[in-house]
């Protein structure tokens, strides 16, 4: 069974920065699949924010992270980051790091929540104005 942890989440004023990570346990070869980040913020659904091909080679962002969110791995520790930079009251949310369904397969932007198979508990960011 694959487990994802997200770390990092917090308060930060507008303008700021913070670093998430999630933490792949074993159960299945973390450098075969693509992984992604989504959030949810009160009220609204789930979207996209960004995804990693396995192999890192390939990025894709949401276009309201553009330019401020880079999505980075490193397979050797079985994890997945997100660094948020310039940050807006609007980017306050859950955040949920995901695991690809199939392996060495990227598609598209990789933006849709069927192509992921695995979901961790979330971690929440709250940026203040």
């Known amino acids: 069974q694959v487990q994802l942890v997200e770390s990092g989440g917090g308060l930060v004023q507008a303008g700021g920065s913070l670093r998430l990570s999630c933490a792949a346990s074993?159960?299945?070869?973390?450098?075969?699949?693509?992984m992604g980040w989504f959030r949810q913020a009160p009220g609204k659904e789930r979207e996209f924010v960004a995804a990693i091909s396995w192999n890192g080679g390939r990025t894709d962002y949401a276009e309201f992270v553009k330019g401020r969110f880079t999505i980075a791995r490193a397979n050797a520790k079985n994890t997945l980051s997100l660094q948020m930079n310039s940050l807006k009251p609007e980017d306050t949310a859950v955040y949920y790091c995901?695991?690809?369904?199939?392996?060495?397969?990227?598609?598209?932007?990789?933006?849709?929540?069927?192509?992921?198979?695995?979901w961790g508990q979330g971690t929440q960011v709250t940026v203040s104005s």
């Open positions: 995901a695991g690809a369904a199939r392996p060495f397969y990227y598609s598209g932007t990789y933006s849709e929540e069927l192509d992921y198979a695995y």
């Open positions: 074993s159960g299945r070869t973390f450098s075969a699949y693509a």
